[in-house]
């Protein structure tokens, strides 16, 4: 029998973050349990003396600030970058200044555990603060609780319930990094909350929401059950109904998995990523869809630190973003100019299909973004068929008077379709973003038909699921315009892809890629 001691909720105390959102963060001061010690390039090129912490777990540690950085420094979840950062110095940096010490180097392991346990902790923020708030003795305490806290108490309750853990390791090492990270009341009441979950798990008596009621209250507890917005839950049941909604939460849940597109341009074939993927035992499928693309579960650290992403040889990217440059079909020799270019992924396909003969024009109105593009174009020797040019779409047309055989217009979306791997995108859009978006979208459609040569292509796309931004805005489109029609993407893709109206669409649920979109639209010769 587990004893169950009461929990109390601890507040925001002087010494930690206070709102690190506003950027006003204090550090906590050394802990008294920790060796200094001398480390090379620990955590900047020259030698100097660490806190290294050795009696916490690290990557418990790790992900806790990730989290942190995600949720109150507007770094990204982007799960793939954060493994392909390596998290070497920089992120050692940041532990070191928001628990005052640091924990040893990070291994391969433990990355991926950070990876899994961050991306997870996200996903489900919002059932584990349901589950979180079910235990607490004073719920009104939970709004105020130190955000460190939380989060700690939200890696253990993931552990415990989602990666069914063993509890009794979960419970020592996230008491020990309450205690030593904040103080010993803590990791006192991170003990007690973290034992009443267990014994509620053990007992199949874990807090659920019932699903009952009206269509709000069914919303509100499907959002709950499988964390995600009530306003996406509510959307997505009106555009799919509640079973597809359901499904589409699940995938969304589920790791992300990944594809690899082998480099052309760079002379490098898919036969030749495949044997370095057998070398390092990576396990891989063959894409049935595209002819350069490889799909990967598991052994992306592998790929990484192999070098195939550094040196060119591959680039990471979703067949249903590859799918879109199918739609455009690019031919050796044409001029394609694609309108929201960064930060690449599509120009450069599109470059590499061009066989060294013919022009990508990239424009986007980020210019970091922009920058990164034309590295990648470099490094994947690609430079020779891609211009960069910084502008904002709306207003290129008054300084160019080019028009193309063919225009891409990936625009700027609500990224719905890619929740599984934008782990905490879900939480950061709002409703509201919708109408923003969809006027953006006019506004850059409008912009991109004034560069197609007559009889020439113009391809709208998005990585969005949502009909309000997609079929709506194509149709909104051609009542404005006349001159464009609709040809179906039939000749492109095959059936499972095609809607009714002849647009591309990758469903998630169907067809277990990434949401997409794409209409291929003929202007008028
Ligand atoms: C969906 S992302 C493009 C992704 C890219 N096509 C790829 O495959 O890697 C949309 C891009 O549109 C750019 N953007 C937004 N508004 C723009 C504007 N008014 N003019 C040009 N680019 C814009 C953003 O900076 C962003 O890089």
């Known amino acids: 029998m587990l004893h169950l001691p009461s929990i109390q909720i601890c507040c925001l105390s002087d010494n930690k973050y206070k709102d690190s959102s506003s950027k006003t963060l204090k550090f906590k001061e050394s802990n008294s349990r920790t060796t200094t010690t001398y480390k090379k390039g620990y955590l900047n090129k020259e030698s100097k003396p660490q806190n290294v912490n050795l009696e916490i777990s690290p990557h418990r540690a790790v992900s806790a600030v990730r989290l942190m950085r995600i949720e109150f420094g507007g770094a990204f979840a982007d799960l793939l970058n954060e ?32 990876t899994d346990i961050v991306g997870g902790t996200i996903r489900w923020r919002k059932y584990l603060d349901y589950l979180i708030l079910s235990l607490c003795h004073d719920p009104n305490g ?111 849940n589920s790791d992300p998995r990944f594809s690899l597109r082998a480099n052309r341009g760079k002379g ?61 079909d690019p031919q050796p020799g044409e001029t394609i100019i694609d309108c929201c270019a960064a930060p690449g992924g599509k120009t450069l396909f599109m470059a590499a299909c061009l ?73 950061n859009r709002k409703s509201e973003d919708m109408e923003e978006l969809k006027s953006l979208q006019d506004e850059l459609l409008d912009a991109a038909s004034m560069l197609v040569k007559p009889g020439g292509v113009l391809v709208y796309s998005t990585c969005s699921i949502d009909p309000e931004e997609n079929e709506d805005r194509v149709a909104a489109f051609l009542l404005r315009h006349q001159e464009y029609s609709i040809d179906s993407a039939e000749r492109y893709i095959s059936p499972e892809f095609l809607t009714e109206h002849g647009y591309y669409f990758s469903s998630p649920v169907k067809n277990s890629l990434d949401g997409a979109f794409a209409a291929r639209l003929l202007r008028c010769p």
């Not at 130190?146 to 700690?152: D, K, N």
């Not at 579960?297 to 979703?318: A, N, W, Y």
């Open 83 to 114: 493994k392909g950062k390596g998290s070497g110095d920089n992120e050692m940096g940041y532990v070191e200044r928001t628990l005052g010490f640091c924990t040893r180097d990070l291994d391969d392991r433990d990355l991926r555990v950070v």
């Open 142 to 252: 939970f709004s105020r609780m130190e955000p460190l806290l939380l989060q700690i108490l939200r890696i253990g309750f993931y552990e415990i319930v989602k990666l069914e853990n063993p509890s009794y390791a979960v419970i020592n090492e996230n008491v020990q990094l309450a205690k030593i990270a904040l103080r010993p009341g803590a990791g006192n009441m991170v003990n007690g909350i973290l034992r009443k979950l267990v014994s509620l798990k053990e007992s199949n008596s874990l807090p659920s929401p019932q699903v009952e009621g009206d269509d709000r209250a069914q919303a509100r507890a499907l959002a709950t059950l499988h964390s995600h917005p009530v306003w996406m839950v509510r959307r997505w049941i009106k555009y799919l109904g509640r079973e597809e909604a359901v499904k589409l939460m699940n995938w969304n």
């Open 268 to 328: 490098f074939t898919r036969s030749e990523l495949v044997s370095r993927l057998e070398t390092l035992e990576v396990p891989y499928e063959l894409s049935p869809h595209l002819d350069d693309f490889v799909r990967i579960s598991t052994g992306m650290q592998s790929v990484i630190q192999d070098g195939l992403l550094k040196e060119g040889l591959c680039s990471v990217q979703d067949e249903s973003a590859g799918l879109v440059v199918s739609i455009v």
């Open 355 to 427: 066989n060294g003969e013919g022009m990508v024009t990239a424009i986007d109105i980020n210019k970091g973004r922009l920058r990164i593009l034309k590295e990648t174009a470099k490094l994947q020797q690609l430079n020779n068929v891609v211009t960069t040019v910084h502008a904002d779409l709306r207003t290129f047309h008054e300084s160019n008077s080019i028009t193309y055989d063919k225009v891409l217009l990936d625009a700027p979306c609500s990224g719905l379709g890619v929740l599984s791997k934008r782990a905490d995108l879900r939480w």
